[in-house]
């Protein structure tokens, strides 16, 4: 994101963190004496939830799917690939039982397995999250420009996809392009008003564009905590000096190496809505001397569901 990258603390990617909140999502090393134990835990959690609940009928395959993907967002990324080898078993694979599955071993830090899967995605109904998969894990490792061309491939298949769109935008940052960051981050934040990684992705990207007034008013109305504006802050610094827009102003080495990777930020923020159009105040309305046709986006109300 990356930043949102990592699960174990949600950025930018996804992300995340910002992320990357890219956040960012990702895919911390996690050691084997720890991931089977990890992987027992989460099955036994998932499967005393499921307990409680109405009882759901899993003869088919969409709906086993289904129970896979609520697992996943429940975090119980191990588990989920015991119920995915299941799943196949009983009904092959196919593309949608990839994605869950690829999603998976991104997520448990299995990352060349998971770069295998998500390719076996591309010239499938499942392209756009083979493309994204790819570039999470082009993130995870750095290589921001590269992210972002994946991520552009994934957009041009799903171009109302929030999650995506904030991605592409981290990525961007990331990448020292910040002023190509902004529409799609723009975009995100009005597909999808109360996404905290798309409030924190805006709020890093009007601080690394010099734009100070309008990211405190944004963190100001989200209430975000005096840690995450620090960490958006000392963001928008490294990426200012990675873009060349303003050496001066780079971090010491003392307190951010410019050669060490940026830890995910966290993402605690509150949801909520601006009043303004589509839900979500514009650059023109916290900055009236800014031209409308320069800034103006047009809000679209859907909100499509982004990939894991």
Not at 76 to 102: C, K, M, N, Y
Request: net charge neutral.
């Amino acid at each position: 994101m990356s930043a949102f990258f990592d699960p174990s603390v949600r950025n930018v990617w996804a992300s995340t963190a910002i992320g990357l909140a890219l956040a960012v999502s990702g895919c911390a090393a996690t050691k084997d004496h720890y991931a089977a134990g990890e992987d027992a835990q989460q099955r036994q959690a998932f499967e005393a939830a499921s307990e409680t609940k109405s009882g759901a009928n899993i003869d088919t395959q969409a709906t086993y799917l289904k129970v896979v993907s609520q697992m996943q967002q429940q975090g119980l990324w191990f588990a989920s690939l015991a119920h995915i080898a299941a799943l196949e078993q009983r009904w092959g694979v196919t593309p949608d039982s990839t994605r869950v599955r690829a999603d998976a071993l991104r997520q448990t830090g299995q990352a060349e397995p998971a770069e295998v899967a998500y390719k076996r995605l591309l010239n499938t109904p499942q392209e756009s999250a083979g493309y994204r998969g790819l570039g999470l894990l082009a993130g995870a490792h750095g290589h921001y420009a590269e992210a972002v061309q994946l991520f552009k491939q994934a957009q041009r298949r799903t171009p109302t996809d929030a999650l995506l769109l904030s991605d592409l935008g981290y990525a961007s940052l990331r990448a020292g392009q910040l002023e190509e960051a902004r529409l799609p981050l723009m975009q995100a934040l009005q597909l999808q008003p109360d996404s905290k990684q798309a409030q924190a992705n805006v709020a890093l990207y009007l601080e690394a564009t010099h734009q100070a007034e309008q990211a405190t008013a944004l963190m100001d109305a989200n209430r975000m905590p005096e840690a995450t504006r620090a960490a958006v802050r000392a963001a928008a610094l490294q990426m200012r000096a990675a873009a060349g827009n303003s050496a001066a102003l780079a971090p010491s080495s003392a307190t951010l190496p410019r050669n060490e990777p940026m830890a995910p930020f966290p993402l605690a923020l509150k949801p909520t809505r601006w009043a303004g159009m589509g839900g979500v105040r514009t650059a023109t309305q916290l900055n009236p001397s800014v031209s409308a046709a320069d800034t103006a986006l047009s809000p679209n109300p859907t909100s499509p569901r982004g990939t894991p």
